[in-house]
């Protein structure tokens, strides 16, 4: 089935430090892919997304690339902040199914100064 | 303006109680979805709303649960005869045209359910 899976955490960094969490995805057809934050105490947030191959997402110094050849869509950012330790998440959504999302299981991310 | 709302926040029920837990989606939203959340998991669909319409509901794991929005804005996820493998935080999400693939979902704080 349609599924998604991120490398496992928890991810510590020193402040500054190069990021880069990993996700591989399976699907039928041709995904959208998504990467979700979560902060401490706050719901869900969309940080970047790329709906087609060799897209790629940014947003917050974040950055991702829909590689459709490796079925990849690995999250990079260059200079962690503590304020990005967070858990993050890999989604994707199938056309024709509704907008519904599959996530990966998440990656805790946590930035020491 | 305000993002997604959900209530109660924190729910402590005893098995075989009965549960319902709200969402308030963003005004205007035409689709609604919610998700379970196990602890250290990523979310799970659950179900998915167009406007007062329940277009799938796929990913409800028993007849003990249910979802309606009646009004085509705030939804109830209700769940009968509680039981403890239910406890889990449950998301709702809302987005602003008729689901799509590429459309943006605005996710709630969640309700963390827990059965005793």
């Known amino acids: 089935g349609d599924s998604v899976t991120q490398m496992e955490g928890p991810v510590t960094l020193s402040e500054e430090a190069f990021l880069t969490i990993n996700c591989t995805y399976t699907a039928t057809g041709y995904p959208s892919l998504f990467w979700y934050v979560q902060y401490p105490g706050e719901g869900l947030q969309l940080l970047l997304k790329?709906?087609?191959?060799?897209d790629k997402g940014s947003n917050k110094g974040f950055e991702a690339t829909y590689r459709k050849e490796t079925t990849s869509f690995h999250l990079e950012k260059g200079s962690v902040q503590v304020s990005d330790s967070a858990v993050y998440f890999c989604a994707l959504t199938l056309y024709n199914q509704g907008g519904k999302l599959i996530f990966g299981q998440g990656t805790e991310l946590s930035v020491k100064p | 303006g305000a993002g997604v709302s959900q209530s109660p926040r924190y729910k402590v029920a005893k098995r075989g109680q009965d549960v319902a837990l709200r969402c308030d989606p963003i005004?205007?939203?035409?689709?609604l979805f919610w998700y379970q959340q196990a602890l250290g998991q990523g979310p799970e669909f659950l179900t998915y709303f167009q406007n007062e319409a329940q277009l799938d509901k796929s990913g409800l794991p028993s007849d003990r649960f249910f979802a309606e929005r009646p009004e085509g804005s705030v939804s109830t996820l209700k769940i009968q005869r509680t039981q403890q493998e239910d406890s889990a935080v449950y998301l709702c999400?809302?987005?602003?045209?008729?689901?799509?693939?590429?459309?943006?979902?605005?996710f709630g704080p969640g309700t963390r359910l827990l059965v005793l």
């Open positions: 999400a809302s987005s602003l045209r008729l689901a799509g693939e590429q459309e943006t979902q605005y």
């Open positions: 790329a709906t087609k191959a060799d």
């Open positions: 005004s205007g939203h035409v689709s």
